[in-house]
């Protein structure tokens, strides 16, 4: 089915349908201005825009908007040597109304989330510029200062190396730029303060999200994990390695067909016995052992080296799958990424505990005005309005599109995808045009690039191994005859100029067809694959792209019906191309649908928990801010022993111990009620079989475990500060026994059942681990 016209679609009010013509009025009027803006001063440039911002923020003056426009267009010309075009203008007052705006790859959204941001912060809004990594936050900061700087505007960056003093004092600028999930584990963070003083406090009045399809859609399918260290001992893992290691598929073990779980058979089981002295795993005393060897077994089978993770500097570092980056300091929960440095031979860290977590789509609930911008808004516009309540539409290009976009070419398997890829770089790369190569893993990337090689090519790679070099080795990704291997990183956040970074041989390159990008299969989303062929065709240059596909990828094995999967074990070879191009066509809207779905089933589960937490909150909020709170709510329960203990020791020494003691049982009960609730999700879609709705069953419950839960935390607290002498006020919590966690990090952990092998070894370990290690019924 076509389209609607974009006309019918605006009438009816679909998703995706919002205008942004009103504001074309002001735009033309900001050209019409600008040889008198170009007249005034920096000073009067800066005042100018001052008075213009609030009019233009809330959109109550046309003219206004214009001569904000007109200024900040001029601002950034003289600081930065970029003129924004109109149609970043038109892009930066959909912005300015709180609107998601599509607008292409190449087109200049740094710059037009820059405009926008010093609207805001010239209204007297604080500002969070949110970007899908850290590189871009440090890098867009550095940029952007100079245009800031004139308007009168502070800036900062929270990068990840960023401390809390510095988090801290980066907050209280006008205009911050971070990447999302730095916010969000700060908030985490923040949430375990022992003191008002401890908290980095990040304001949420305005969201500017960059890239806002992966961060708002593809994102939000993995919730924000803060994890604290625990005691258990690590050393077990390198035994249980040692003996899954010589287990052999079929005979000791078995692996389900959606690769989600790795079973000892009965032989496989009694082997693991006899290596142990030939003891019963399933007795009480030895289930710990069976705990370390289900670990161990699903480290070495399900979890892949350079796809799931990498190994660099002796570390086990995660690999973001949807970003095709190194997930800086995460890890694998419930003993998994113990499991897998064992099996790399490196000594393994303790496991830890989920103190909590929350959604991106809690998080960006909480900010007054959200926008957005992205080349691929159109395609999610009505998860946007279903999930944020946002309406978006697109702006068209300042220049057209050049680009030739080829037909996919199918192959039947993976040794024919690939030797006709190599067979298309060879012909393209013999011309001097340079190539992007779209790869889906660390692995496949640097396969092709040992077979380019074999060749007699040199391409440059760029995957999670060499992050830290993205820029350089994107920039020359456009130099006459270069071969550039990349995983999906190559598709966020940096240009592409035809001749390298200086264009020294643009010309040549123009002449040979400008940049070809290649991809070798298709992405689970029509929106990652329209985000690589988007790096070829900036501002109206020629270039092309092609897609390889083969019968044998997982997007089909995974996705593609029984049926259709049956037809290709039976007829493969004689299948036309527009039948195989079908066939990959379909498998690819199935993974879209169920992606969809996995959003939808997330949100619903997870709003229990944000309102759960929001009251737990209020309650550890009015402790933490005020000790003789703490101490009032704490008397009821034991009014007597803490009478007598304030009558010798004097109220505030009292009021202290009771707020630390009040704050460490909220934590302690909430991060219990949090593993209870996971043990509660892993299996409660069990509850369809009975004809029940599986959220809605979870909701119950999660209301019923909740329910008094503040309470019995004041009271246990309470307990605890009716024990104590004078002489414990003096000591340490540890001293008495309130150990809380020496050290934090944060978690890769997806919803989706479905997603990446290390997702669905993590789901699947889950409710394994906290039954087994952590009791939990």
């Not at 911050?176 to 908030?187: C, I, P, R, T």
């Not at 003891?279 to 052992?289: K, P």
Request: net charge negative.
């Amino acid at each position: 089915m076509s389209p609607r016209p974009r006309w019918l679609a605006r009438l009816l009010g679909s998703p995706g349908s919002t205008s942004f013509d009103r504001f074309a009025p002001a735009v033309r009027d900001a050209s019409a201005t600008a040889d008198d803006v170009a007249e005034l001063s920096d000073e009067g440039l800066r005042e100018a825009a001052r008075r213009a911002a609030p009019a233009a923020v809330d959109a109550s003056s046309s003219a206004k908007l214009a001569w904000y426009l007109a200024t900040a267009r001029e601002a950034a010309s003289r600081t930065l040597g970029l003129r924004a075009f109109d149609e970043q203008l038109l892009a930066c007052a959909a912005l300015l109304t709180g609107s998601a705006v599509e607008l292409d790859t190449g087109e200049g959204k740094s710059l037009v989330g820059a405009l926008a941001a010093g609207g805001y912060a010239l209204a007297g809004r604080r500002v969070h510029l949110l970007t899908v990594n850290d590189y871009l936050a440090g890098r867009d900061a550095a940029l952007f200062a100079p245009f800031f700087e004139l308007l009168g505007v502070s800036v900062a960056a929270v990068r990840e190396s960023s401390t809390p003093e510095e988090r801290r004092s980066a907050y209280r600028a006008d205009v911050v730029l971070a990447a999302v999930s730095e916010v969000g584990y700060d908030v985490l963070r923040d949430r375990f303060a022992l003191t008002g003083a401890d908290r980095v406090s990040p304001a949420f009045d305005v969201a500017i999200v960059d890239e806002a399809d992966a961060v708002m859609i593809d994102e939000a399918l993995s919730p924000l994990v803060l994890a604290g260290s625990s005691p258990d001992e690590a050393d077990d893992f390198v035994r249980a390695t040692e003996l899954v290691r010589r287990l052999r598929e079929g005979r000791d073990y078995e692996i389900d067909a959606e690769r989600r779980n790795a079973t000892l058979t009965d032989a496989g089981l009694e082997r693991v016995e006899r290596a142990l002295g030939g003891v019963d795993l399933y007795e009480a005393e030895h289930t710990h052992t069976l705990t370390l060897v289900t670990l161990a077994l699903h480290a070495r089978t399900l979890v892949r080296r350079d796809v799931d993770y990498v190994v660099t500097d002796g570390r086990v570092r995660l690999v973001n799958a949807g970003r095709g980056r190194i997930a800086e300091r995460q890890r694998w929960p419930d003993g998994l990424h113990a499991a897998v440095e064992a099996k790399e031979g490196l000594e393994p860290t303790a496991p830890g505990i989920v103190l909590d977590s929350m959604t991106l789509q809690e998080l960006l609930g909480r900010y007054e005005r959200l926008s957005g911008m992205s080349g691929t808004v159109l395609d999610v516009a009505e998860e946007f309005t279903e999930f944020y309540e946002l309406g978006s539409g697109r702006i068209e290009r300042h220049e057209p599109n050049a680009r030739v976009d080829a037909p996919d070419r199918v192959l039947v398997d993976e040794a024919e995808k690939t030797a006709a890829i190599v067979d298309e770089i060879e012909i393209r790369h013999e011309t001097g045009q340079p190539v992007l190569v779209g790869t889906q893993s660390v692995a496949e990337s640097e396969d092709l690039a040992e077979r380019l090689r074999e060749a007699g090519l040199e391409p440059r790679v760029l995957n999670a191994k060499n992050d830290a070099d993205e820029a350089a080795i994107i920039a020359r990704a456009g130099e006459r005859g270069a071969i550039t291997i990349s995983t999906q990183m190559s598709g966020r956040g940096t240009d592409i100029r035809l001749g390298g970074p200086d264009e020294h041989d643009r010309d040549e390159v123009v002449e040979a067809g400008g940049l070809a990008v290649v991809s070798t299969s298709r992405y689970p989303s029509q929106r990652l694959d329209a985000q690589l062929r988007g790096r070829s065709g900036r501002q109206g240059d020629p270039g092309d792209s092609i897609a390889f596909a083969s019968l044998e990828d997982e997007i089909v094995t995974a996705h593609a019906p029984s049926f259709d999967l049956a037809r290709i074990r039976r007829d493969a070879p004689g299948l036309d191309d527009e039948r195989r191009r079908h066939l990959v066509a379909g498998a690819q809207t199935i993974a879209e649908g169920a992606r969809r779905d996995r959003h939808r089933a997330t949100w619903r589960y997870a709003r229990a928990i944000s309102l759960q937490r929001a009251a737990l909150m209020r309650h550890r909020d009015a402790a933490l801010d005020d000790a003789d709170t703490a101490l009032d709510a704490l008397r009821p329960h034991a009014s007597d022993a803490i009478d007598a203990l304030v009558e010798s020791a004097g109220r505030d020494r009292v009021a202290e111990r009771a707020r630390e003691i009040l704050l460490h049982v909220l934590d302690e009960q909430w991060t219990n009620h949090l593993a209870l609730l996971g043990e509660i999700r892993d299996g409660i879609h069990l509850r369809a079989l009975g004809g029940q709705d599986p959220a809605d069953e979870f909701h119950t419950i999660a209301l019923r475990e909740f329910n008094g839960l503040p309470d019995r935390a004041r009271a246990a607290a309470a307990e605890v500060l009716a024990e104590l002498t004078v002489e414990d006020l003096d000591r340490s919590l540890a001293d008495l026994g309130l150990v809380r966690p020496s050290a934090t990090w944060t978690y890769m952990v997806s919803d989706d059942p479905l997603g990446s092998s290390g997702d669905r070894a993590v789901r699947a370990l889950g409710g394994f681990w906290r039954s087994r290690v952590l009791g939990i019924d």
